[in-house]
Each structure stands twice: as structure tokens, then as C-alpha cells.
Nanobody
Framework: QVQLVESGGGSVETGGSLRLSCAAS????????AGWFRQAPGKEREGVAT???????KYLDSVKGRFTISQDHAKNTLYLEMNSLKPEDTAVYYC????????????????????WGVGTQVTVSS
């Protein structure tokens, strides 16, 4: 069973930076799609960024140029580097993963993802 554990959340001011990490255990070799999602109070969960085993990345339009998703295969860890943070980035951030299925690895439908971390809070103050 795959387990995902996020870390690195916190509180920053507008324009600040944070780096989230997601350590995976119980994984098996093979292709996958992994990503970061977020959920703000009263809003639906939305995809922020995804990456596949080959390193192809996709981003939510509102974070392009500010956020960078990356992975370290040796450490089984997923990262999200967040720069130029805005108050609207405030949310609980979750990492998630799934087999590739037959759909594109893009930050769209959270229902496609079967492995989830418990989340880490990111708060950006104005």
C-alpha cells in the first residue's frame, strides 16, 4: 500500500516562498502520475501541478511561473517549490498519486487519484 506524507507547509507573507515535500513509501516500480492538489475553505479541491515518471510536468494556469514540481526518484520524494506566494494560494496542500491509467497526467480531476497524503497547511498573509 502506497503511503504519502507531506511536510513543509507554514505561514508566509505575500511574495514569500515555501517548499513542500511528499515522501512516498510502499511504492512499486512502474509508471505513475503524481501531483499536488489544494483545497481552500469552502472551495473544491483543485489540481496545482503534476509530474509523470519521465518528468513531464503540467501546471494550473494561476501558478505557472511561480510553482515548480519536481521529484527525486532515489529518495521517493515529490516536491513543490512555491515562489511569489499570494493570499489566494492559502489552502491545505495534498500530494497524490495514481497509476497512469489511460488518461493524461494533468492537474485536473482529483477523483482519478487513489493515493493521498493527509495534507499540509499553507497560509499566505497580505
Amino acid at each position: 500500500q502506497v503511503q504519502l506524507v507531506e511536510s513543509g507547509g507554514g505561514s508566509v507573507e505575500t511574495g514569500g516562498s515555501l517548499r513542500l515535500s511528499c515522501a512516498a513509501s510502499g511504492t512499486t516500480p512502474g509508471p505513475y502520475c503524481a501531483g499536488w492538489f489544494r483545497q481552500a475553505p469552502g472551495k473544491e479541491r483543485e489540481g496545482v501541478a503534476t509530474i509523470d515518471m519521465d518528468g513531464t510536468t503540467k501546471y494550473l494556469d494561476s501558478v505557472k511561473g511561480r510553482f515548480t514540481i519536481s521529484q527525486d526518484h532515489a529518495k521517493n520524494t515529490l516536491y513543490l517549490e512555491m515562489n511569489s506566494l499570494k493570499p489566494e494560494d492559502t489552502a491545505v496542500y495534498y500530494c497524490a498519486a495514481r497509476p497512469p491509467w489511460s488518461v493524461l497526467c494533468v492537474p485536473s480531476n482529483p477523483d482519478e487519484y487513489i493515493y493521498w497524503g493527509v495534507g499540509t497547511q499553507v497560509t499566505v498573509s497580505s
